[in-house]
């Protein structure tokens, strides 16, 4: 649903800003058909090969019609998609083209805050021409004639408004949000298309008896941190398409961290130490290039059973050395964990309370 025209208010109060958000469409396997027209069409599965304890990543949509979603096992997705074609992602591909698209954004508005490679807010309240859907519109026609790919946008008061609205008319769309039209465009969403509302709490949710926004604005915020916690309280904001967030043009990164999914279980620690070793130099090399240092060492072990746990301890200084973070994460692993009596499926490891050097 295009819309050419617009109020969304003035410039200098919250509830009048002028927000577009802009999520490419099925972005890694878009880019792979970019590079390889033939497998346009097709069913594309980013990710691992069938078999392996990989996840999809992205998947094109004549895959999705068979219900393959990112975050699934690439395994299950060739049960659901045996036709599908799996290829490996190229991230170093996929960041040269987002900086492609993160440049045209510029063209308009400085304040923009990316929420990865293929999505983020810019806030244009202070253009000084155009309006918010003007500049969607040609943002999204000068990605398709300059890059070759499509983009869906949405335009609200707000960042909450403005996401689900990107997320109303996939692909290659573009939604519009009037601040005068919030409480028509909400009434009837569900809960869990609010942004941060995962399966479990879309569950606590729906147990409780509430499943659309229109089911929680009669209801004291009260009751629903009794469900919730402090998070009920954003929850009940949210329903009523109310978000005050600013656009974030900066961020200050509180931590290094690399992680791997082992091949197969592991029960034996010389194995799990060593990827640890291999781990820990991937996080070094990334804080010496960024020119940073931590003081506390995180050990990250999920068992076969897909429980998580994360172990930590703080070093007297920030340090970047490799053999240290290592050496502090195996006797994490060794004195803090099940290690070697539980079969491990995942290793991660990452240093935090970082220091400029």
């Known amino acids: 649903m295009e819309q050419a025209t617009e109020n969304i208010g003035t410039a200098g109060s919250v509830s009048t800003r002028k927000i577009v958000h802009i999520d490419m469409d099925a972005f890694y396997a878009s880019v792979e058909m970019l590079d390889r027209p033939e497998y346009r069409g097709k069913p594309l ?61 510029e063209r308009y ?19 000084p021409t155009m ?72 569950k606590r949710l729906d147990d409780a008896g509430y499943k659309l926004c229109s089911d929680l604005w009669k209801v004291d915020p009260g009751v629903l941190e009794s469900v919730l916690g402090s998070w009920g309280c954003w929850i009940w904001r949210a329903a009523q398409g109310i978000d005050d967030r600013p656009v974030v043009t900066t961020w200050d990164r509180r931590s290094y961290g690399r992680e791997d999914t082992l091949s197969a279980d592991e029960l034996d620690t010389k194995a799990l130490e060593a990827k640890i070793d291999q781990l820990s130099h991937m996080v070094a090399k990334s804080l010496i290039r960024s020119k ?36 502090v994460c195996k006797d994490l692993l060794q004195n803090k964990t099940e290690a070697g009596a539980r079969p491990v499926r995942l290793v991660g490891v990452s240093v935090s309370k970082l220091a400029n050097l």
């Not at 392996?52 to 975050?71: D, I, P, Q």
């Not at 508005?109 to 983020?120: N, R, V």
């Not at 068992?303 to 290592?326: K, P, W």
């Open 109 to 127: 508005t400085d304040q923009i805050e990316p929420l990865s490679l293929d999505e983020a807010y810019l806030d244009v309240t202070n253009h």
């Open 292 to 327: 940073r240092s931590g003081r506390t060492i995180t050990l990250k072990i999920k068992y076969s059973n897909f429980q998580s746990i994360t172990r930590s301890r703080s070093v007297s200084v920030e340090t970047q050395d490799a053999d240290l973070i290592a050496s």
């Open 45 to 105: 599965i980013v990710g691992g090969q069938p078999g392996s304890r990989s996840v999809v990543c992205t998947a094109s949509y004549e895959a999705r019609k068979f219900g393959v979603r990112s975050a699934m096992s690439t395994t299950y997705a060739a049960r659901l998609c045996p036709q599908g074609i799996f290829v490996p992602p190229r991230f170093e591909r996929y960041k040269e083209i987002s900086s492609a698209v993160r440049k045209i954004f």
């Open 131 to 202: 309006f918010a859907t003007k500049i969607a519109q040609e943002i999204r026609h000068a990605v398709a004639k300059e890059l070759g790919l499509t983009c869906s946008a949405g335009v609200g008061p707000n960042k909450l408004i403005a996401k689900i609205a990107s997320d109303m008319n996939k692909p290659n769309g573009l939604t519009v949000v009037q601040p005068h039209q919030i409480r028509e465009f909400m009434e009837k969403m569900p809960l869990r298309k609010i942004h941060g509302v995962g399966p479990a709490t879309d």
